[in-house]
């Protein structure tokens, strides 16, 4: 079919050096079955053969954003397929490059492709700042963390509760242990220093960017939330109203709970944790900086009362406890359901 003219559809298997592109017609029908090496110019070649404005969709895997950007830069209509949405592809019987290309087109064509958001590249910028600083600061916890266990193996015991305020950095300082474990802190405590270097650095180009960003200051002013968590919320989340309400967005960050329904037998597990990881640290961490002081027993879970009170009642399960405060009130959690346009 060298000389078609209709609507093509694109289905692009993507990977770190070479990717799979299949075309096909409307009908399904092929046109074109190519491996290519991953850079600009040879998409560019595939894709002239590709119509006006073709339908392609890109699984959201490992590095998508340079495919994504070339292929809108083309006159594509880019569509991202959910991970989750296409796991099935794992069970088939027979898995290749070539069929999983096939079948993101073929889903993309008959209108049942599961989809993730593509957000613009202003947002996934800020992602990477919002990103880099968290797992900076992950890597300075785990350096303070080794720090304890070395005085712990030395039998040292940390009587402050702060081991790196002034104190306890002063019985760091008069220390006395072998010369291995000696080392090993001296080695982590300077680690620690250039992560808060790196830290603050990172601190201060987030605050530059949401300076005057009116979504950033907004979710400030809601009880628990401060500069660091509002910078969480306002690049994962990105454009908020591509939710339909809180419950969707609930659900999107994974706080809902497992829904199971076959017959008269219903199931509601655990949290889903599907979505952003980020999200739902920084929405816990915005509960447990709550009390009876800060206006969170104003906050109301469905048919339970104040919503503190029941977190600091339900003591057998309180990350269940902080867990309804997120959820909206006023109505049942919602089913979840299949990966839409809204998912992430």
Known sequence: MEGYAGQQFVGIDLHRRRSVIVRT????????????????????????????????????????YWAADALADLGAVVHLAHPLGVKAFSYRRV??????????????RMGRLPQAWIAPPATRELRELVRH??????????????????????????LMSDL??????????????????????????????DLDVEIDLFARLIRGRLAADPGYRAVQTIPGIGPVLAAVFVAEIGDVHRFPGPAQLTSWAGL????????THVHRGRITKQGSRLVRWAAIESVQALGPSTGAGRLKTPGRGPAWSQHRQDRRRPPAARVRVLRPAGRASPRPGPP?????
């Open 340 to 344: 839409s346009r809204a998912a992430a």
């Open 133 to 158: 600083r968290a797992k900076l600061v992950a890597i300075r916890s785990g350096c303070k963390c080794e720090i304890h266990a070395v005085l712990a193996k030395c039998g040292i015991p940390v």
């Open 95 to 108: 898995k290749n490059d070539v069929r999983d290309a096939t079948d993101l087109a073929d889903l993309l």
């Open 164 to 193: 790196f305020a002034d104190p306890g950095l002063a019985l760091l300082e008069r220390l006395e242990a072998p010369a291995p474990y000696l080392a090993r802190i001296g080695s982590l405590r300077r680690l620690i220093d």
């Open 25 to 64: 017609t409307e009908r399904g029908d092929p046109l074109e079955t190519v491996r290519i090496s991953n850079d600009v110019d040879s998409l560019s070649k595939v894709m002239a053969r590709a119509g006006v404005c073709p339908e392609v969709v890109v699984e959201a895997t490992y590095g998508w």
């Open 256 to 263: 809902t709970p497992k829904h199971h329904e076959s017959d």
